[in-house]
């Protein structure tokens, strides 16, 4: 298997009177690992396994700790199949070359949908989305694309001849250009069977 890197180097000179004159420090090279060499081998393996899992997000920082956030299209991650993925980015790369941290987890219900498949997934289920504008919308996912997404909002509201207030139903479609975060609302409460 061929690996690639991204090599940075630089080199450091230390000017000094001692007896040997000027003196330079040795070439430092650093050696960062790619995201796009770690997203073959996680989309490798995903792909081996066969369960409908995706990429939510790949992050390397400066001092090589690799986060993989990954889901599922229809249930939840196992930690079976994250250790699986792991195995298969940790055993790819070579360690003797570059030492890093590696971190392979689902998405976390608390956390912002960010990818399409995720917001695809959660059609029916009632999100919290709020815009760029700071405007905050509960309701129902009820469809999405690539250019926008469509809530079910329920709000009571006194209709024209009505002494009281009714539940109305209606569907917003937002750009997602104009969305800045979309969350799953979690709730605790029971349905009546």
Known sequence: MEFHWISCTFAAFFIGNSAGGDKKSPLL?????KKELV?????ERMEELDRGLFIVDITISTRSIIHVEIDKEQGYVSIEECVSVSRNVEHNLDREEQDFELHVSSAGLDKPLRVLPQFLKNIGREVELITQAGVKHIGVLVAVDQTQLT??????KRLEG???KENVVEQITFPMSEIKETKIVISFKQVAP
């Open 29 to 33: 090279l650093y050696k960062m690992i």
């Open 39 to 43: 997203r073959k081998l996680v989309l």
């Open 151 to 156: 809530l079910e909002t329920t709000e009571k």
């Open 162 to 164: 009505q002494k009281k």
